[in-house]
Each structure stands twice: as structure tokens, then as C-alpha cells.
């Protein structure tokens, strides 16, 4: 488990270990009045997000890294992989109407459109779906490919790419979701076709911070 905020006692160990660097658990417990069993918790806490040094034989040092500096680099130590959600795909002949329906029945904001094959051809997002509706076209007859944004212009992302990367282009390229893809390159072909392993979403990223603040 990672603890994001400190409490007091900990608060109050950083001080002493500024102010008295290097210093031994043992000199920390008799500043405190505490056993060092009663202080070992809370020297891991410190050691493990990084706020403490502990050198054998010498003592604690303070590492100048702020419970921000932590934060900051867990963000980008998390994969993609280990956030991603089961993406909502449709395929490119799929009407705009059924493309609604699947929208709204499975609370998403993006659909991923497959060509024949099952490989990545398109996104359409809620945006798409609704200029279309409220215009002249029969949205029982046109199909989901006629409207979706096509390869290569989809932005994506990798299983291996970090949270802080997918973040940084859901915020640049203004979406809400991002398919998470693994390139596949067939013998003869001369592009690589993408098969879709996941999405990842502002909401994905919106609950790590929720799950962080919740330590």
C-alpha cells in the first residue's frame, strides 16, 4: 500500500532528520519518546516514497523529494496495461442509429470501429454521432465508417506507455478516450494493421487520482 498523506508523526520524523542528518532510528525514537518498533512503520513509509534515505551503519537523510516529487513519479511508473478497460467496438457497417444505441447502453463516450478483419479502422465519438443525428441524413442507413475518423489519424497509445503519456495526449488532442493498440504486420503488407487491446479514458485517469488520495 502507498501512503500519499502523512500524518503528523511522519511530518514531525522529516523535521528531525533535517535537522539532524544523519541520525540513527534509535536517536529518532528517543526524540519522540517512542520505541523503535513503534517507529519502524513509519521509517518505511518515508524510505519507500522516497522522502528518506537510510544508509547502513550511518543513519536517515533527508532527500530534499516533497510528497508532490512522489506523486509525480508513481504517475509515471504506472503502465497502461494495468489501467486499460475492455473497449466498446462496432463494425465500419454498423448504422449510426445502432452506433447510438450501443453508445448509450454501455455508458461510453467512444465507440472503436473494426474493419473485416477485427484490426483498428476508426473512432467515432459521442460528439460524431450527435452532429449527425440532429442533421437530414437517415441514421438507419448510414453506416458508422462514413462518419468515424480513420487510421492513421487516431491517436493512440501503447500497453507499455505510462498513464502520464496517455494523459498528457488525451489533454493535447482534446479526447476522451484513447485505444490502446498493439501493431500487427502481416507477410507482403507494407503498413502495419493495429489490433485494439483496450481503451483508456479520462475517467481511467481520474480514479488512480481518487485511489491516490484515498491512502
Known sequence: MIYIELTARQEEIIEIVKENEPITSEQIADKLNLSRAALRPDLAILTMAGI????????????????????????????????????????????????IVTLFLEDTGTLFVMDEEGYLAGVVSRKDLLKIAIGNMDIHKVPVGIIMTRMPNIITVGPEDTVYQAAKKIVEHEVDALPVIIPVKKEGDTTSKYKIVGKITKTNITKIFVELGNY
Do not use: C, H, W
Open 52 to 99: 528518506l534515505e537510510a544508509r547502513p551503519r550511518v543513519g536517515y537523510f533527508y532527500s530534499g523529494k516533497s510528497v508532490m516529487n512522489f506523486i509525480s513519479e508513481y504517475i509515471k511508473k504506472i503502465k497502461v496495461k494495468d489501467v486499460k478497460r475492455v473497449p466498446v467496438v462496432v463494425q465500419e457497417n454498423t448504422s449510426v442509429y445502432d452506433a
